[in-house]
Structures are given as structure tokens and as C-alpha cells.
């Protein structure tokens, strides 16, 4: 199988050669004569003045009701007489008349216009506004950005891109999970701080329905169903954050909102497209360990300072029994293999004026960089149609996106784990025969991890239908409907052969955990929109409802004492099985919603939106609540001081808003008294167990949002300039609160009046520093500075979160113990002891706090167009702090391999240095000094980082309309390069219990007929 795959990845890799090579040899290909098109077609090419396509003009007979739209590869067909104009319009670039003058086929060629860049269409939910007239903060990514990615799930194509939005990735492992906050954490609960996903208009949930028990080896919170979700399938992301952009999402914006919205079939002639790249990913980061002399060095003076002589005979790594001239590097061995990456991608699209469809397929897979065969598979396909009848009164649009997830891992994070400690000099991991080497039992075969297996299968549905009728000038009506299904099917096995045979442990050991779920949910949303103009004001308003519900159901089961391995994975095989899980829970959602829209003289622009929601999550008299924003806009580049021309500023607009939004991220039946079956049995029969208390006051967390903004464009907009301050207050927190041990429970899930800030600035440059006929270079930048604090709390000191929480600090802080240094005369570690009672063990003594949350991120990218050739960098970097590679280190000393920065310990009395005297454990100064240590400020150090996130480079071979056929070639990279002074593995995740993200480089063909 192995020979197969090895073989295939050759084939790819010899046809993208061919691709590459092709250019180079100039051919002409004649396939019949070519038709004169009718006298009354005209046809032709846009393209902007670097010769690119266009996709999207408006192309309109002067004068007549006639017209067409540019394709995708900027082709256009009218009917039109000889003597006609055709007028040439497009958002960003200059309107241009042009005379056909009895010519059959034309080139047209449109001029940016710089100073209507800021027409930029967003899409803001249920109503889309231009960049220029948006009162609210929104954040945009486009499929051209998407794209140029090796990325497998959409959160990673936003990282760096986005001001305002943190996007942490868990893992490197394919498959896994990213993390997103969107400015700032505002719930106490580590669960309640998601953004609300919306694909293509429909909620989408992105919990998982994984088994904690069966997704151990994936980081994070399992299985996202983001991962389900093909970045080439998507068109935009938008990032909704202020009040003005939330608020008519209700309840589920307090977090914000990401808007995902797929591509579109575009009219024109019918349009074939066929990508296919493959790519190589390693580790981008090693830790520097000791050598095998470093290490035996290492272990003997440990020996010798805590007073053990002879080498006791169970030290097989120092006394002779292990070879001490072997030097393994076992994360290379055990992490360092190559992961590679296969991508295919067609498309069919094109259609009329009236009717316009697009079919896209996919196939994606990647391997791991474990021993084995390993690796995660997606194959997706979406399918998009949309009509308008002739007289424009009714428009559909239908949309199914459906993808099938595989997932195989090994137990990963124990790989990581023991490629770091095992000793350089330990066996080799396969005896003569080519089977696990167990060394006489004289240790543990890291390999036996790849006994134990994780096999996931998902599919994600997701369904849109929009319908709107124009009912009379300025009034339509729409609907729009969704359906989303998502399956999820876990088989986690630990077989008896994870043990060292000499044990004898047997198949009656052997575990398997089996988890499957499945979540569904539909959504109703009938609107009415009316638009009129009042003169100098424009009025717009929308009104709407909302009904969704949505199921989910799961059943996790865990067996054990099979009569063998080979029946593992069948559960009737099992002597023992015992429920994990048995979960069924439905979630309804009632709203009605509504926007007025001010727009007087183009320069003045009131936004007010409101929402009124209910959630079956809360209790019968707290289900409803209010929710709403006024956003404003002055655009003063308008007013009569700038229009005289001779001002270097273009663009002026200063903006604001406030408002509220909700949360109701705390899971199903939170409010209700709820039993559940234990282990307990009585008269043989199982029990119920209480575990929840009636709380008929459960109610909604509050977020209130204040934002002031500017943006300035200077020198007809080739500079922009855009500044952000936000203040975000997230009250009624929804916490556990404490109860007397009387009542048998340790809580009850309730709202506390705890208040949490997240305030900070938000800059953004875009800039053209280069324009030429054939030569163009962008740039833009963003920064983001947050803070985090907890403004109240009552009654902290009593409740749970005492030792973790601080009023005036933000919420992912540490409380650390304050280290002192080695004391130069004992060689152990010593804390400032804040509390004055002798003993380093207390939590009054952890006065010390850190911050983990950013100082400050962002990212700059460079984009660069030089004749037929594309450069594209983004840059990433973020300030911060982490928990460093002592948080989870052992004692050095110990039977355990160490980075090369413990050479520099105490080795003499009065040595100075920040690293204590070498110990097996034994000795309890030392083991106390170190486990205090792991939990001092001495684990916490810088984890900041500049990362060369993308590099793309493109360069397109031929043209359609040229040539008869379309060809680009590219190579792209991912994480190709990272700075810094991080002391572990990888800066972003801040473990080193997982692989870091890989480095990623991959080299790819577009074809187009």
C-alpha cells in the first residue's frame, strides 16, 4: 500500500513538472475554422490596464434595455447594432462609453478608480452595505486571499489578515482545531467565548459531537465541524465585531459573527476549471536536547549529588546496560517524517442573464508526520443555482455544500511527549526480526502508541434557499430557508499489545471507545425590505423573523475484555460495555428583528437595529429579552472643505456606535433540575442520580458595546488609513455558583453580577506604493493592542474561581509562586514567601500574575504584480507570553533528556545561575524546588513570534481567450519561517505536547477551457 501511495505522489509530481516545462516550448494548435460570429453579437474581453480579468462588469446597450455581465475570465457576448455604444461599468474602476463602430469583437481595457475603492460590497447577514456607507466594523477576506493558502480549514485563511480577530491554531496535525476570539474573552466560562458561524445565511454550530474519552489524540475540543467546510468553496469571510454589526443578531453576536458565503455561478459562455496541487509539510521547529555525552554527564552528576553510589542496577541509560555511544534524535525519529498533501479541485460554471449555476468538487488529503500511515481524507462538492425571471420580480438562489471528513491518528500527543524525554541513548525501536524492540523490558518502545488508533468519519450538509419577489418599486420580500445535518462516527482503540509481552497482558485488557453523534437544524426567515428616497434622504428599512430549531443526539460507549485484538473494533465482541453517553437534546430559537437605515446626502448615515429573541435554554419567565444598536457615520471628505480638489485628503469618515447583544452559549436544560444514570446499581438495577438544581432565573449574559472609528484616505485613496476603539462590557455572567455541601451539589448554574471589559485600538493601512501598466505593488497592515480585565466580581474570595480570577486583571491570568533564583549555597530553587509562614505551598503565596493574552497582533502583506507574475507575503507576529518547556518538565537529572540550556546549573557553592543541581528525584529539596518552579513565574517567558505566514507565487503560461485554454502555475508556502526567543516548540500553540504547525510548501497548476 505504501509503494502505491509513494508511486502516485511520483505520478502527480511528474505531471506538474510537464505543466511547468510546457511553457517553454512555443506551439501552435489549429482545431477547425473558426466562425464569424453573427452581425448582431458582439463579443470581447474586459480586463483592467495590467491586461487581468475582470468578472462582474456591467455591460449596457447606451440608450437601450439591454445588457450583460463579464465571466469569470472577463468575456461578455451582447446584441447589439453597429452603430451602438456600450457603456462599461464596474465598482472601483471608471465607467468608459465606447462606440462599437461596426467592429464584430472588442478589448476592452477599464481604469481603476482609486477613489472609489471604498464601494467594496460586504456582506453584513441579512443586509449587504457598501465599505463607504458602513457604519459598523466589518472584516473582509476574499476567495483571491483564501486561495493562495495550503490551508485545509477556513479559520486559517483569516490568520493575520484581520485586525480585531485572535486565530490561534491547536495543532499541526491534519484535521485539527483552531481557536478564534473576536476582541477579547467576555465570558468567565472557557466555553462561552465562540462567535456565531453563518455559511451562505444559515447558523452553523461549530461544538463538537465528539466523545472527550474517544478524541484524545486530537488537541483542542475534538472534532470542529469547521474542518468540514472547503476553503475553495468559499467567496468571502466576513468578520462582524461592534454593536452596529451584531446587534441584529441578537443573543448569539456578543462574541461576534463570521459570515462565510460561497461562490457563485456568474453568467456567461460555460466555463471548465481544473486545479490540482501537491505538497510536502515537516516540523518547522526542534528543540535543541543534550547529546548522549551531555546527557550521561547530566545523569552521573545527579547520581553523585544526591549521594547514591553504586549506579543502582535499573539505570540502564548510565550503568553499561545501553549502549553509550548511540545518539538518537528522537523527534525526528518519532515526528520528523514528511507530510504530504494531495489537492484537486474542478468546476463547471457559467449561464444566462435570466439563470446562472456552478458545480465545484473536491478532493483533499494530507498525511501526518508520525511513523505509519496516517493522515486525514475530505472529498466535498457544492452546487449553486440562481435565477431571475425576465421581468426581474422573482430571483431564487439554491445552494447545497456537502463534505465527507476521514480522520486517522495515531495517539500523537504521547509521541510528542517521549520523543522530548527519552534519552539519547536508548534502544533502537525494532529488534533484528523487524518487530517492537522491548530492550529485555528494560523500557518502553515509544512505537507502541501507534497500537492504539483513532478513527473518526463525518459528513456535513448544508442547504440554502433564497427567495425574493419584488412586490412594487422600493418593496421586496425574501425568505430565506436553511438546513444543515451533521454526522459524526469515533472508534478510539487501546489494544492489550500497547504492553511490553513479557507482562502478559492479554485482549481481556484491550479497550475501545465508540462515539457517534448527529446534530440537524433548520431555519425560517421571512423578511420585508423597503427602500425609498425622500429627496436628499434615503430611507431603508428591513424587518424580519427568525425560527430555528435544532436536534442533536450522541452515544458514546466504552468495551472492554475482548477474547481478541482482531475484535476490537466490533462491540457485541466485548464482555464488557458500559455507556459513556446517551444523549438526545433539541434547542429552539424564536426572533424578530429589524434595521432603519439613514442616508441624507450621501454623507450622513444613521444605522438603528434591533432584536427581540427567545431561547428554549433559559427558564419560562427569562426566555425573551431585547437586544439593539444605533450606528452613525459623518462622511466629511464630502463636505464643501474637501471638494474643491485641491486637498491631499480623498476620503474622510468618522464613525460610531453602541448597542447590546447577547449570549446563550451554556449548552441545552441548563436551567432545569436534570438526572442522569450512574454506575449504581440497586436490586440490580441501574439508578437515577440527580445532577442539576431548578433554576427558573437562569437568564441571558448582557454584552454592551461602545466603538469610535476613523478612516482617512489620502491622495485619491492611495493611502488608507483606518483607526478602532472598542469597549466591550459582557455582564450577567452565567456562572456556577457556589452551594453549602448540605445540599449535595457543589453549585448551581446561575447569573452572577461579574462584569467583563475588553477594550483596545485597532489600526489598518492599505496602500498602492507602485502602479504601472504592468507592474503594481499593494501593501497592508494591521495591528491590534487589547486588554482584558475583570471589572467586578462579588463575593470572589468565596466562589471557585478565587484562585484563578483577579478584580482589575484580565481572565487568562496565572497566579505563579515568585522565584527567586538558585540559592548559591544549597543549589535549590528559591520563592518569595508573600504570606510569611515558611512553607512555599500555599495559594497566598502565588501572588505573582501573568498575563497570557496578546499584548498586541497583526499582520503585513505585501502583494506584488510584475507582467505575467504574482508575489504575495503575509507576515504574522504577535506580543505575548506562555507557559515555556518547564511547565511540563521533569527534574534534570532524572532518567529524562533535557534542552542544552540545563548545562548552565549549579554545580558549586556560590555559583550564581537560574537552573538548580542536577537530581535523580529522590532527594525531596530538589523535587519540592522543581515542582514549585513549574509553578512560579520562572515556566512563564516571552512566546512572542513574527511568523512568514504565506508566500505565493504565481505566473499565468497562456490566456482562454488567447489561447483556447487558461494556465497558471504556482508555488505556495505555509508557516514557512518563524522569530523567536520562545523556549519550546512552537510560540502560537504554546505546547509541547502536540506537533507544532507544519511548514508547508506546495507547487500547483490552474487550468481553464
Not at 456578543?254 to 510536502?280: E, H, P, Y
Not at 545523569?299 to 553523585?304: D, F, G, K, L, Q
Not at 434595521?595 to 444605522?607: C, E, I, P, S, V
Amino acid at each position: 500500500m505504501q509503494r502505491i501511495t509513494i508511486r502516485m505522489r511520483r505520478g502527480i509530481l511528474l505531471v506538474l513538472l510537464y505543466v511547468f516545462l510546457t511553457p517553454l516550448f512555443s506551439f501552435n494548435v489549429q482545431a477547425g475554422t473558426v466562425l464569424e460570429p453573427p452581425q448582431s453579437t458582439i463579443a470581447g474581453i474586459v480586463t483592467d490596464r495590467s491586461g487581468n480579468p475582470l468578472a462582474g462588469v456591467n455591460i449596457v446597450v447606451e440608450s437601450k434595455n439591454v445588457g450583460a455581465i463579464s465571466a469569470l475570465d472577463g468575456s461578455f457576448s451582447i446584441n447589439a447594432g453597429p452603430s451602438d455604444v456600450l457603456v462599461f461599468s464596474m465598482v472601483g474602476y471608471k465607467t468608459l462609453s465606447l462606440p462599437i463602430g461596426g467592429r464584430e469583437e472588442l478589448f476592452v481595457a477599464l481604469e481603476e478608480d482609486i477613489t472609489v475603492l471604498g464601494e467594496v460590497v460586504l456582506n453584513a447577514g441579512y443586509y449587504t452595505v457598501s465599505e463607504r456607507e458602513r457604519t459598523g466594523s466589518i472584516e473582509k477576506v476574499s476567495a483571491a486571499d483564501i486561495e493562495k493558502q495550503p490551508v485545509s480549514n477556513p479559520l486559517a485563511a483569516i490568520q493575520g489578515r484581520v485586525s480585531g480577530a485572535s486565530v490561534v491554531q491547536t495543532s499541526g496535525l491534519p484535521g485539527t482545531n483552531f481557536s478564534i476570539q473576536i476582541r477579547g474573552q467576555n465570558s468567565i466560562r472557557s466555553g462561552g467565548n465562540d462567535p456565531l458561524y453563518v455559511i451562505d445565511g444559515v447558523p452553523f454550530s461549530s461544538s463538537s459531537l465528539g466523545e472527550q474519552q474517544a478524541s484524545i489524540p486530537i488537541p483542542g475540543q475534538g472534532v470542529s465541524p469547521l474542518n468540514n467546510i472547503n476553503p475553495n468553496d468559499i467567496e468571502s469571510i466576513e468578520i462582524l465585531k461592534d454593536a452596529d454589526a451584531t446587534a441584529i443578531y441578537g443573543s448569539r453576536g456578543a462574541n461576534g459573527v463570521v459570515l462565510i458565503t460561497t461562490k457563485k455561478g456568474r453568467s456567461g459562455d460555460t466555463q471548465v476549471t481544473f486545479d490540482v496541487s501537491t505538497g510536502m509539510g515537516s516540523v518547522s521547529n526542534y528543540l535543541n536536547l543534550l547529546s548522549t555525552e551531555e546527557y550521561l554527564e547530566m545523569r552521573r552528576e545527579a547520581y553523585v549529588n544526591d549521594g547514591i553510589e553504586p549506579i543502582p542496577s535499573n539505570a540502564y541509560d548510565v550503568n553499561g546496560t545501553w549502549n553509550q555511544e548511540r545518539n538518537t534524535n528522537w523527534q525526528r525519529e518519532l515526528f520528523g517524517n514528511t507530510s504530504y498533501m494531495t489537492n484537486v479541485q474542478g468546476s463547471v460554471s457559467g449561464g444566462s442573464e435570466q439563470t446562472q449555476f456552478l458545480l465545484n468538487g473536491s478532493y483533499f488529503s494530507q498525511t501526518d508526520v508520525f511513523p505509519g500511515d496516517f493522515g486525514n481524507t475530505k472529498v466535498s462538492g457544492l452546487a449553486n443555482l440562481n435565477h431571475r425571471s425576465e421581468n426581474g420580480r422573482l430571483s431564487l438562489n439554491l445552494s447545497t455544500n456537502f463534505i465527507s471528513e476521514k480522520n486517522d491518528l495515531p495517539n500523537g500527543s504521547s509521541l510528542v511527549v517521549e520523543a522530548l524525554l527519552l534519552p539519547p541513548n536508548a534502544p533502537s525501536l525494532y529488534d533484528e526480526d523487524g518487530e517492537l524492540n522491548w530492550e529485555d523490558s528494560t523500557w518502553n518502545n515509544p512505537l507502541r502508541h501507534l497500537e492504539s488508533e483513532y478513527h473518526s468519519s463525518a459528513t456535513t450538509l448544508i442547504s440554502n434557499a433564497g427567495l425574493t419577489y419584488h412586490i412594487m418599486d422600493g418593496l421586496d420580500f425574501r425568505t430565506n430557508l436553511g438546513y444543515t445535518e451533521n454526522h459524526l462516527s469515533e472508534l478510539r482503540t487501546v489494544p492489550s499489545t500497547i504492553y511490553d509481552p513479557a507482562f502478559g497482558v492479554g485482549s481481556e485488557f484491550s479497550l475501545a471507545i465508540h462515539n457517534s453523534g448527529k446534530r440537524s437544524s433548520w431555519i425560517v426567515e421571512p423578511q420585508l425590505q423597503w427602500k425609498h428616497q425622500f429627496g436628499n434622504l434615503k430611507l431603508d428599512i428591513l424587518t424580519g423573523l427568525s425560527f430555528q430549531e435544532q436536534r442533536s443526539s450522541r452515544v458514546s460507549q466504552r468495551a472492554t475484555g475482548f477474547s481478541s485484538n482482531s475484535l476490537i473494533e466490533s462491540l457485541s465482541a466485548a464482555s464488557d460495555v458500559a455507556i459513556l453517553a446517551d444523549v438526545e437534546q433539541q434547542y429552539r430559537y424564536h426572533a424578530v428583528f429589524g434595521r432603519l437605515n439613514l442616508n441624507y446626502k450621501d454623507r450622513y448615515f444613521l444605522n438603528l437595529t434591533g432584536r427581540r429573541d427567545g431561547s428554549s435554554r433559559f427558564g419560562p419567565e427569562k426566555r425573551f429579552a431585547n437586544f439593539g444598536a444605533i450606528g452613525a457615520a459623518w462622511l466629511f471628505s464630502e463636505e464643501e472643505l474637501f471638494e474643491n480638489g485641491q486637498s491631499f485628503l480623498s476620503f474622510g469618515k468618522l464613525r460610531g456606535s453602541y448597542g447590546t447583544s447577547g449570549n446563550d452559549q451554556i449548552g441545552d436544560y441548563q436551567y432545569l433540575d436534570t438526572y442522569s444514570f450512574g454506575g449504581t446499581q440497586y436490586q440490580n438495577n441501574p439508578v437515577l442520580l440527580p445532577t442539576r438544581l431548578f433554576n427558573p432565573n437562569f437568564s441571558w449574559e448582557s454584552n454592551k458595546k461602545l466603538e469610535f472609528g476613523l478612516e482617512l484616505g489620502f491622495w485619491n485613496d492611495r493611502i488608507m488609513l483606518s483607526g478602532n476603539y472598542y469597549r466591550n462590557r459582557s455582564s450577567n455572567q452565567l456562572v456556577g455558583i457556589p452551594l453549602p455541601g448540605t445540599t449535595g451539589f457543589s453549585s448551581i448554574n446561575g447569573n452572577l453580577k461579574a462584569t467583563v471589559e475588553n477594550k483596545g485600538l485597532e489600526f489598518e493601512w492599505q496602500s498602492v506604493n507602485a502602479k504601472g501598466r504592468d507592474f503594481r505593488w499593494t501593501t497592508s497592515f494591521n495591528l491590534t493592542i487589547p486588554k482584558n480585565r475583570l471589572v467586578s466580581f462579588p463575593n470572589l474570595e468565596g466562589s471557585t474561581f478565587a484562585n484563578s480570577l483577579v478584580i482589575g486583571e484580565p481572565l487568562n491570568i496565572l497566579k505563579l509562586y515568585r522565584n527567586l533564583g538558585v540559592d548559591p549555597e544549597t543549589g535549590i530553587h528559591e520563592f518569595e514567601d508573600f504570606n510569611g509562614d515558611g512553607v512555599i505551598a500555599s495559594n497566598d503565596d502565588r501572588e505573582v500574575i501573568r498575563n497570557l493574552d496578546p499584548e498586541y497582533y497583526g499582520g503585513l502583506n505585501n502583494s506584488i504584480m510584475a507582467g505575467k507574475f504574482t508575489f504575495d507575503v503575509l507576515f504574522q507576529f504577535s506580543k505575548q507570553l506562555g507557559w515555556n518547556y518547564w511547565r511540563d518538565a521533569s527534574i534534570p537529572g532524572s532518567r529524562n533528556n533535557q534542552p542544552r540550556e540545563v548545562l548552565n546549573r549549579w554545580q558549586h557553592i556560590g555559583d550564581v545561575t537560574d537552573v538548580q543541581r542536577f537530581s535523580i528525584g529522590q532527594s525531596i529539596d530538589p523535587l519540592i524546588g522543581h515542582f514549585n518552579y513549574q509553578q512560579s513565574d520562572g515556566a512563564v517567558s516571552d512566546a512572542s513570534f513574527i511568523r512568514l505566514k504565506t508566500l505565493s507565487v504565481s505566473y499565468e503560461v497562456s490566456n482562454v481567450k488567447q489561447k483556447g485554454i487558461g494556465c497558471q502555475v504556482f508555488l505556495r508556502g505555509q508557516n514557512l519561517w518563524t522569530w523567536t526567543d520562545y523556549l519550546g516548540l512552537d510560540p502560537e500553540t504554546r505546547s509541547n505536547q502536540t506537533v507544532p504547525p507544519l511548514r508547508m510548501v506546495s507547487i500547483g497548476t490552474q487550468l481553464t477551457f
